[in-house]
């Protein structure tokens, strides 16, 4: 491993510096190619408008119609919190305009992703007069097929890349689709579902409809907690998006659920950060899709009792506890796998895994080898038993490209496929895993660049001891960072005077550098440190016994 520094134009260094930009934040900046303080300037005023979005203005009218017709409405929501947070977002904008709404949350279990045929016979029972996909059905082509023979119209709202056909819906919104000029091609699922409602509560504006016209503002929390944990890349719309969000709560003007999820970890909402939704917020409310219902994650986003949102989202934290255990497990099978399998191996399967856990046991494996990995757990479809893979990759492998690749080489070997560039979820007959693994190793091969191999941690170089301060910790905390936009890390030479176990999985150190000390963690890792490195760390906050004082979290060393 090799830590490198970013590279940034001194020109924009110098351009942020003269507008008044602290001169740490100048440098991070320019190094994330920010020439200008107006690119960092969010206000809600400068969100892009709807009106490019393809479709949306039919998306506002079918839904106006079937407001004003009481149309009975159901949201089919996906199972990350990106789905749950979206579900939320429709549910509550819907009713402030007066619809007749409730959702539908398929079990990943019984009926996998997205608008399935067996979810639409399910969705029929409740009788509903049009479905609203959220977070997906841009590949749900026999499902739509399902709901037009049942005589249910669709409006898919989604951003996940759209296969070779769309389906035959009413409606479909989605920037991702052919012919859409939506600059933000980055938009979460959320996102798209929160731009449908602007546009329609402009159409209902327009029919004279309100008597008070809602807040859509109130609802940005629930956006920036969507956005952040389904890690798209932060373009500047974005990190409006999630600005917006973190000021009301900063402002104390959160939803209850999104609050209490937050408490629940011992978070203060006053002081969320991105990193607070990414981490702590983001991987609660997933907990409930991965072992049980994502149902009780998104009662959690939709109440107004603030006591009902604290018994939820305290559920939400035994789940994601029980989770967290789960994935110690899988993680310590899935390194013995490793010593078995060879060099270049990027698949693994085991009998005994969950399948709601395999995706995060992926993002681990990956983040250890360096290269994109897809993790199966056996599941069933009616009387046949499948494995459902979930992959995530690095930068360099557009893994759902991949997986296109693979499909046209090997017809038939992937019964269905979606997702992205950093992560993506598919279905394959067990029987067939061998194979799979074989095609998916040489695609990959194939597809991802010599320099990409190459593992590299990007720096924000070294940081001055003047710098090294609780306000400037406290500053960078307050900023947004995310996917494309990431957190600072720092490097500089220590030399290590202590470092000692503590949780059995964590270091605590103390380093020194120019004869000043530090208090320092590394988290997650029980390899010892030599006496002298040159170590990447972020600069946090670290609160004991209501002192707060600043910690270095040390991501890697040479």
Known sequence: MKIVERPYQEADRRALLEAGVHPVLARIYAARRIRSPLELSYDSSGLLRPDSLRDVHRAAVLLADAI??????????????DGATACAVGMRALRMFGATVDFLVPDRFKLGYGLSPELVELAAQRKPELLITVDNGIASVEGVARANALGIATLITDHHLPGPQLPAAACI?????????????????????????????????????FVVEPNLGALTDLIALGTIADVVPLDANNRNLVAQG??????????????????????????????DLGFVAGPRL?????????TVGIECLITDDEARAANLAQQLDRLNA??????AQMLQQAMELLKAVPAGNGTFFNPDWHQGVVGILASRLKDRMHRPVICFARAEEGARRVLRGSGRSIAGLHLRDCLDLVCKRAPGLVARFGGHAMAAGLTIAEEDYARFAQAFDAAVDELLPAEARLRTVETDGALDHAHCTLQVARMLDGEIWGQGFPQPVFCDNFVVESQRLVGERHLKLRLVKDGRRY????????????????????????????????????????
């Open 246 to 275: 973190l000021k009301r709560l900063r402002a104390g003007r959160g939803q209850p659920g999104t609050v209490a999820l937050l408490r629940a970890a011992g978070r203060r909402p006053e002081e969320a950060s991105s990193f």
């Open 68 to 81: 004003e017709q009481k149309k009975r409405l159901l949201i089919v929501a996906d199972y990350d919190a």
């Open 519 to 558: 208090e320092a963690m590394r988290f997650g890792a029980l390899e010892p440190l030599p006496e002298q490195v040159r170590a990447a760390y972020r600069l946090g906050v670290n609160e004991f016994n209501g002192l707060k004082n600043i910690q270095l979290t040390v991501e890697h060393f040479e």
């Open 322 to 327: 029980d989770r967290r255990s789960i994935e």
């Open 173 to 209: 919104v989605n920037p991702n689709q052919p012919g859409c000029e939506f600059p933000s091609k980055a938009l979460a699922g959320v996102g798209v579902m929160f731009y449908v409602m602007l546009a329609l509560r402009a159409e209902l504006r327009s029919r004279k409809h």
């Open 286 to 294: 997933n907990a409930a899709g991965r072992l049980a219902d994502m």
